[in-house]
C-alpha cells in the first residue's frame, strides 16, 4: 500500500513565505507577446500552468508555447491544464507557431503540450512539424521540447524529437513513492526509460521535479541518482504551489537554502546541469541548457 503525506489543516492555510512572492505581469514587452498570442490563437502553458515566471519571461519577449491544444487527456492531481476529451487537432497549429516565434524575435523558443493518450502516435507528427517549420523560419533559433509520456510508444518518441531540436525535455514532476498520488496515469520507471532512450538517440536530456508535495531528502536523492543512471543531462527543481483548491494541497514550502543544497547534491551525483529554486519551472532560464 502507497504511504502519502499527512497533511495538516494548518499548512493548507498557511500563507506564502516572502520568498516566493512575484510580480504582476506589466511592461511593453509583456505586453508585446501577449497580443501576439492572442492574435495567433497560440496556447502557451505560462498561462495554461498558471507559471510564477510569467511576467519575468514575457516581460523579456519571450514564452513556452503549448501545441496540440489546451485540453488534457490526463488528470494529474498538480496541474492547473483542463482535462477532459481534446478537440481535433489542428494541423495549421505548426505554421503558426513558427510565424509567431519569428515574428516575436525569439533566440530561445521552448514548445511543450498536452498530452494526447487517444492518438495513435501521441501527437507525434504536430511535435515534428512544429520544430521543422520553426527552423525553416528561424534558423538561428534554438529550440527545447518539453514532451509528454509516450506510454512507451517509442516510434511516436523518435518522431517527436528527429525534427532538430536541442534539448529534449520529460518531467518527472515528483520521487518514485508520489507517483500514485501526483501522477495516477503515469509510471516512475516508464519516464526514466522514455529519458534513457531519448539520450541513446543522441539528443541533450532534461526533466524537471516539484519539491513540496511530501518527499523526503533521501527520495530526492534516489530520483537524481536514476536520473544520472538513465542518462539525464539537466534537472529543474522547484516548488510546488496549489493552483486551485481542487488540486493537491502543498506539504511544505522548501526553503531556498534547501534548494541550493539540492543543487550541489545533484552535481555531485553526475547531473551536468542542476537548476534550483522555489521559483524555478522547467523552462525557467531554459536559454541556458543548451550547451552545457
Known amino acids: 500500500m502507497i504511504e502519502l503525506p ?13 520568498w516566493l512572492r512575484v510580480k504582476l505581469p506589466v511592461g ?26 510569467m511576467g519575468e519571461c514575457w516581460g523579456a519577449g519571450t514564452a513556452t508555447f503549448m501545441i496540440l491544444g489546451n485540453v488534457c487527456t490526463r488528470s494529474c492531481s498538480f496541474c492547473a491544464v483542463a482535462t477532459g476529451r481534446p478537440n481535433e487537432y489542428d ?30 502516435d501521441r501527437g507525434a507528427e504536430i511535435w515534428y512539424q512544429t520544430v521543422v517549420q520553426t527552423k525553416e523560419l528561424s534558423p538561428e533559433t534554438t529550440i527545447e521540447t518539453l514532451i509528454p509520456d509516450v506510454k512507451s510508444n517509442w516510434d511516436a518518441l523518435f518522431r517527436m524529437i528527429e525534427g532538430g531540436q536541442e534539448v529534449v525535455s520529460h518531467n518527472m514532476e515528483t520521487v518514485g513513492r508520489l507517483y500514485r ?9 516508464r519516464s526514466l526509460e522514455q529519458i534513457k532512450k531519448t539520450k541513446e538517440f543522441g539528443k541533450r536530456t532534461k526533466t524537471g521535479i516539484m519539491l513540496g508535495l511530501g ?32 488540486h493537491i494541497e502543498v506539504a511544505e514550502f522548501i526553503h531556498p537554502d534547501l534548494f541550493a543544497h ?25 536559454e541556458r541548457h543548451v550547451h552545457v
Not at 489543516?9 to 500563507?15: N, Q, S, V, W
Not at 511593453?28 to 498570442?37: D, S
Not at 495567433?40 to 505560462?46: Q, V
Request: hydrophobic share 30%.
Open 91 to 120: 494541423t495549421d497549429e505548426p505554421r503558426r507557431v513558427a510565424e509567431a516565434i519569428k515574428l516575436m524575435g525569439v533566440k530561445h523558443a521552448v514548445i511543450t503540450s498536452v498530452n494526447r493518450d487517444e492518438l495513435k
Open 181 to 189: 498520488m501526483v501522477r495516477p496515469q503515469a509510471k516512475y520507471d
Open 262 to 286: 539540492y543543487r550541489e547534491e545533484g552535481l555531485a551525483r553526475g547531473l551536468k546541469y542542476v537548476e534550483s529554486g522555489p521559483l524555478v519551472r522547467s523552462s525557467y532560464h531554459a
Open 215 to 246: 518527499e523526503t531528502k533521501d527520495e530526492v536523492y534516489k530520483a537524481m541518482d536514476d536520473l544520472a543512471a538513465n542518462g539525464c543531462d539537466i534537472l529543474t527543481l522547484g516548488q510546488y504551489l496549489q493552483p486551485t483548491k481542487m
Open 6 to 18: 499527512v497533511i495538516s489543516e494548518e499548512a493548507t492555510k498557511r500563507k506564502k513565505p516572502d
Open 28 to 53: 511593453k514587452e509583456y505586453a508585446k507577446v501577449r497580443k501576439l498570442v492572442d492574435q495567433h490563437k497560440l496556447h502557451t502553458i505560462c498561462e495554461s500552468g498558471n507559471c510564477p515566471n
